[in-house]
Structures are given as C-alpha cells and as structure tokens.
C-alpha cells in the first residue's frame, strides 16, 4: 500500500511537468488501453509446434540456448501465456502458427487442417476477451526440405502450400468470425538460393502465381485480413530471397494487401520506422513484426532501444494507429521464456506510452514554419520529463505489477510450474 501511494504521488507530479508541455497524460494512457500487441506463441516453445514435437528447425530458423521449462503442451502454453499476459498492462492478443494445432495425437498434413484443429485456442481467446492472428507454417516439413515452398517448380510440392496458405485463411476466417474480432493470416515463406541462381524471375512468377491462387477466395475484412511478409535474407538463402521487399511491396500495393514489416527483415543498417509513412501512402493497412537484430535476423527480445521508440513515434505522429496491427516476433530460450515475452512487450507498451505523451502538435507546428531549433529544443527537453512516473501508474490502474515487481511472479511461477517439467 505504502508503494501504491508513492506511485500515486510520483504520478500527480509528472502530470503537472508534462501539462506544462502541454500534454494530457490522462488522454495518453487513455489511447494506450487501446492498443492490442500480439504477443507470438513461438517464444514459448522455441518454434516448435505440436505437429511433430522432435522436427528440427529449418528454413533459415534458430532458436539458441536450452532453458529449462520450455512448454511442451497446447495446455502448457496457454498457461505459460497466462501468465505472461497477467503481468502485462492492458488487453493484447496472441498470435498462432499452423504446427500450432492440436490433433488429439492424429497425423493431420498441414493442407488439411481447418479450424476444428485451433477451436481451443478460440476458446481460451474467447474466454479472456482477447484477439488472435494466424500464420501458414512454411517451414520444418519434408515439403520445404528443397528450399522452395510456394515459388517451387515441382508442381505437388507447390500445391500443397498453396492448398495449406487456402486452409490458413479459411481457419483465419473461422476464428475472426468467432471471436468478432478480425484475424491477420500472414504469409511469409523462406524460400532462396544459397548461392548466387542464373534465374531470379522464374521463382518470383511462380511465387505470385501460388499467391494469387491462395488470394482468390473473397473474405469478410471483419474476419480474416491478409498480410504478406519479405526477408532480405535466410540461412541457406544467403544470395536469393524470392519473396523479397520489392516483390512483396509490389503484390500488396497491386492487390491492397496488408504488408508485413518485420524489423530483422532488412538490410543491418536499414530500419522499418521509416518505412512506415512511405508504404501506407499506398497499402491500406501494415503489419509489424517488431524485433531486434543484433548483426542480423536474430529475433533477440525487444527492449526500449532507439528504434523502438522510433517506430512508436511513427505511429503515433502520423496517427497510424488504426490502421497498423503490431505483432512481436523474437525467441530466445537462453533465458526464462515468460519473462522474455513480459520483457519484450511491455517495452513495446512502454515505447507507445513515450509516443503518446510527446506534444506532436506543437512540434509540428515548430517544423511548418521552419523552426527547427525549438523543434530540437523541445525534443531534447522531452527525454528527460518523468515517463517513470506516468508508467508505474499506468501498471498500477490496470493492475498489473508496476517496475520491476513483475519479476518475482516470474521466478515464482519457475519455481511452482516450470521448474516440475521434465
């Protein structure tokens, strides 16, 4: 009780500092509650799955380290989420992969699933009030041990990722439909050549031939919305990357798809914040897959760098909200699972929250008429008003645990649930 009231009254006063900026921190927490982040249900298993437990990661995936309590189980994953989601402010979704499925122990191929096979996640979703999003797996399957899933030149292997990209929307579909809440199906694949091909437009031809077919199905926008993903580059698809940005910037521009943006996707020195402004100018809406490269793809936790704080900017300056849906991807099972996903997304609220209590209009106004150094002035002052303050409250009213709390229920939880995992 004692600390409640600390909080409470660190909070009074930095909402007086930032009034004197002219900033509403009751209207900034007000537009955070607002905000759904789809946590990924991959960092709690390693991008496992439940299809065949003992599969081997390939398609350019890694996850390193072996800490121990990993989920083995949908039951142990939806607890693990649970948890995480307890410790995390507000009402967020959770994002499933197709090895995500649960059979009852039967073999079913992945162009036969459909949404008998996730009606316990709809469940659970259900139940909890909250979102889910879905993804094609195209990756640790026979079918993919070529390299080369939708932009393949054999025929059957094309088709069956193409019949599984038509089953995942339809199970997208189903779930939005249930849960009266919109699901985002993303298609992203690994297919490449390691070393340098002689043909980079046969792949790519192929590749909008399966989208098409995988499209054709018309879709309500108030269940299933589509989403396609790029990489630059994959382990074992070093030198070509079929499904590239330039060609997924293209079919989702040419088709009014959602676009996916994945933050490790690109080249080590490029970054997505700026690509936010410029690929809604002609996309209706984006997805973004936020992670933190380290030298490259390596879906390391996320935490309040520069960039992210940049990409909320973004979002918040350009009042892109509503029309951008913010996914987590990143693994790391060097550390306790659950405290990476209440890590990584809780710095993502807390990136938000900075956005949100920047004076954007009066900056603006500095910058149309040219005054660039009070613009600078300003934001530099910003750094250092009492964010700290505004976020322990902000966790407080929604009841979750404020600062550094969170961590106890963790090693808690290890030590009652995780530890007892063989």
Not at 170 to 188: D, E, F, K, Q
Not at 283 to 311: G, T
Not at 313 to 342: C, E, K, M, P, T
Request: negative net charge; charged residues 25%; contains cysteine.
């Amino acid at each position: 009780m004692g600390n409640d009231r600390l909080i409470e009254d660190g909070y009074r006063l930095a909402k007086e500092i930032y009034a004197q900026y002219g900033v509403d921190t009751e209207a900034a927490m007000a537009a955070l509650r607002k905000i759904a982040i789809s946590l990924h249900c991959w960092q709690g298993d390693d991008v496992g799955g439940f299809e065949n437990p003992d599969a081997g990661l390939d398609g350019g995936l890694a996850v390193t380290g072996n800490y121990p309590g990993k989920a083995r189980t949908a039951d142990e994953l939806r607890a693990d989420a649970d948890e995480a989601l307890r410790l995390i402010p507000g009402r967020h979704r959770f994002n499933l992969h197709a090895i995500y499925a649960e059979t009852g122990g039967r073999r079913v191929e992945r162009n036969a699933l459909d949404a008998s096979h996730f009606a316990g996640w709809v469940d659970w979703a259900k139940a909890r009030g909250m979102g889910l999003d879905f993804n094609p797996t195209f990756f640790s399957h026979p079918n993919a041990a070529s390299g080369f899933t939708l932009s393949s030149s054999d025929e059957g292997i094309r088709r069956f990722w193409v019949e599984h990209g038509i089953a995942c929307r339809r199970i997208g579909a189903v779930m939005g439909m249930a849960l009266a809440n919109p699901v985002v199906t993303n298609v992203w694949i690994p297919d490449g050549y390691k070393d340098v091909p002689v043909d980079r437009k046969r792949p790519r031809e192929i590749l909008m031939q399966s989208l098409d077919e995988i499209f054709a199905e018309p879709m309500e926008a108030a269940h299933n919305r589509d989403a396609v993903e790029s990489k630059l580059f994959g382990i074992g698809a070093e030198s070509y990357t079929t499904g590239s940005h330039e060609f997924y910037l293209g079919y989702a521009v040419a088709n009014q798809k959602l676009l996916c943006l994945d933050a490790g996707h690109f080249h080590p020195t490029e970054v997505i914040s700026d690509k936010i402004s410029a690929v809604l100018l002609f996309v209706p809406e984006l997805l973004l897959h936020v992670s933190r490269p380290v030298r490259w793809d390596s879906d390391h936790v996320v935490i309040l760098d520069d960039e992210l704080k940049a990409i909320a900017q973004q979002l918040v300056r350009g009042a892109y909200l509503d029309r951008v849906h913010i996914g987590l991807d990143f693994f790391d099972a060097s550390i306790n699972r659950i405290a990476a996903w209440v890590i990584g997304t809780r710095c993502m609220i807390k990136a938000l929250l900075m956005a949100l209590l920047e004076p954007v209009e009066t900056l603006r106004e500095m910058e149309a008429v040219g005054d660039y150094t009070r613009r600078l002035g300003l934001l530099e002052e910003l750094k250092t008003l009492p964010f700290g303050a505004v976020w322990d409250y902000y966790c407080l009213k929604s009841e979750t645990p404020p600062g550094w709390a969170w961590m106890e229920a963790v090693k808690t939880y290890e030590e009652k649930v995780l530890s007892r995992r063989a």
